[in-house]
């Protein structure tokens, strides 16, 4: 059977469970309303040694990470595993790693791993014991091996770590889903003396902070935030804007879940965010975690009704519908949307989603066709001018010069390339050229002058890819 929670928690969901955002740019191509897609692969099976899989993220190398809520570990798999029971290639696990219930997992630019504890333990029962945050070397080695910092302790503000999330500037924020969430449906002055001790909460801490009882350098808090009592995800966006799921609101109403937003260096306290995704038309029922495609489209996983729901960088505040919902044509298992949870994005736009469940028939990571992303922008671009017998002219011999282009293909990622647009701009004119998908390099004729601004992009169904550029001037 799946694990079974308090009466607070709704549906499959467990109020903690956190995914990793990346971020892009900020345009979106086509999206259909909703999808129904059969998964690519599926991560499953005794050898992989996921117990109730909670957070998901990839390394620079795009090796796959993944918390296990109830075994305190951190599994890895390498690049593309292949679909079935495959073991992990490290794991983190062990009293001297400081994992306590780890949800939340995200890494810095410097490749250095950060693990939100929630400190929940099921012995048999559901309990909770201390609250941390770990960090690890970029090279941590397998087995029972210590973090390199930790935040730990009653200065630091933190109350059921959920989510955590690495700013440009290597500030490190951290979503706490807050203590109240563990009562079960007590009368509300007991709920309120506990939201005062434990509420949900946004700590953030300076870059290089300091590792044991360090104080946030700012606390994201109160009535004002628009903070519901459950927090998963956190993460920013391409922008700099932090968001944060709510998996319910103050009351824990049905199917009241929503997405917060607040501006960047916001001043903490009791400040109200900037934007808000919630109401019956958003899709929205127990949202639990967060990421960023790399067209800056926001992807949250819905436990409740199993989909992962698609949003344009350009949401409106309010009761705005997604621009796309994505589910499974089954959710019995071994394959689909059984209980999603956490959600990262590979290099190419493939989705991958945690089922946080306990049974190992069920407990997985699915790899889905994420919405559709151009392809990567080809890459060593060269220009070389060239002579051809024609009339000279007027202006002399460069009148009767070409320019040869010669490029590396585009990497597609879940959009295959159907070609390439090539411009070459000088001075009066402006060449162009539209090639096959195989074209790797082509002569655009009668330039003419000596300077010009060469670019070429490659195009697919869901749009053009970034453009490489040359130029002589």
């Known amino acids: 059977m799946r694990l079974q929670f308090p009466l607070l928690f709704t549906a499959a969901s467990v109020a903690l469970v956190v995914g990793i955002g990346t971020t892009g740019a900020a345009s979106a191509g086509p999206l259909r309303p909703a999808s129904t897609v059969v998964p690519q692969r599926q991560l499953i099976g005794y050898d992989t040694d996921l117990v109730a899989p909670a957070g998901v993220a990839f390394d620079a190398q795009g090796r796959m990470y993944v918390t296990n809520l109830f075994d305190d570990s951190v599994t890895v798999y390498v690049r593309n595993w292949a679909s079935g029971a495959t073991a992990p290639i490290r794991t983190l696990k062990g009293p001297a790693t400081g994992l306590s219930g780890p949800v939340g997992l995200t890494f810095d630019s410097q490749g250095r791993m950060y693990v939100a504890n929630s400190g929940l333990t099921l012995s048999p029962n559901l309990t909770l014991g201390t609250t941390s945050v770990t960090m690890y070397a970029s090279n941590w080695a397998s087995g029972d091996t210590a973090p390199i910092k930790t935040l730990r302790g009653a200065a630091t503000g933190l109350t059921v770590a959920s989510g955590v999330a690495v700013d440009g500037a290597g500030n490190l924020s951290v979503a706490n ?85 607040y501006a960047m260096n916001y001043a903490g306290g009791n400040t109200a965010p900037i934007k808000t995704l919630a109401g019956d038309d958003t899709g929205l029922t127990t949202p639990v975690s967060i990421a960023f495609d790399a067209r800056g489209r926001m992807l949250i996983t819905d436990a409740q009704s199993r989909t992962v729901q698609v949003y344009r960088p350009t949401w409106r505040n309010g009761n705005s519908p997604p621009a796309q919902t994505i589910n499974t044509a089954t959710s019995i298992p071994p394959a689909g949307l059984l209980a999603p949870a956490g959600i990262a994005i590979d290099a190419r736009g493939v989705l991958y989603v945690s089922n946080l469940t306990l049974n190992s028939l069920e407990s997985s990571v699915v790899a889905l066709p994420g919405p559709p992303v151009p392809p990567n922008a080809p890459t060593n671009l060269t220009a070389v001018r060239t002579n051809v017998a024609r009339s000279i002219g007027s ?44 074209a790797r390099s082509v002569i655009l004729e009668g330039a003419g002058a000596i300077k010009y601004t060469c670019t070429v992009r490659a195009t697919s169904a869901a749009g053009p890819s970034p453009v490489v550029s040359v130029r002589n001037a």
């Open 177 to 261: 889903a807050g203590r109240s969430v563990f009562l079960p449906n007590v009368n509300a002055s007991v709920r309120a003396a506990a939201s005062a001790t434990g509420a949900p909460s946004v700590t953030t801490y300076a870059a290089g902070w300091k590792s044991g009882n360090t104080a946030p350098t700012k606390t994201l808090k109160g009535a004002a935030t628009g903070l519901g009592l459950n927090l998963g995800g956190i993460a920013f966006d391409s922008h700099g804007l932090l968001h944060v799921v709510n998996m319910a609101n103050k009351n824990f109403d049905p199917q009241s879940g929503s997405v917060t937003v």
């Open 395 to 438: 202006l002399g011999d460069v009148v009767g010069r070409n320019i040869r282009l010669s490029w590396t293909a585009s990497v597609a990622r879940n959009s295959r390339v159907t070609g390439y647009v090539a411009t070459c701009a000088t001075p009066g004119k402006v060449l162009r050229a539209t090639l096959a998908a195989t």
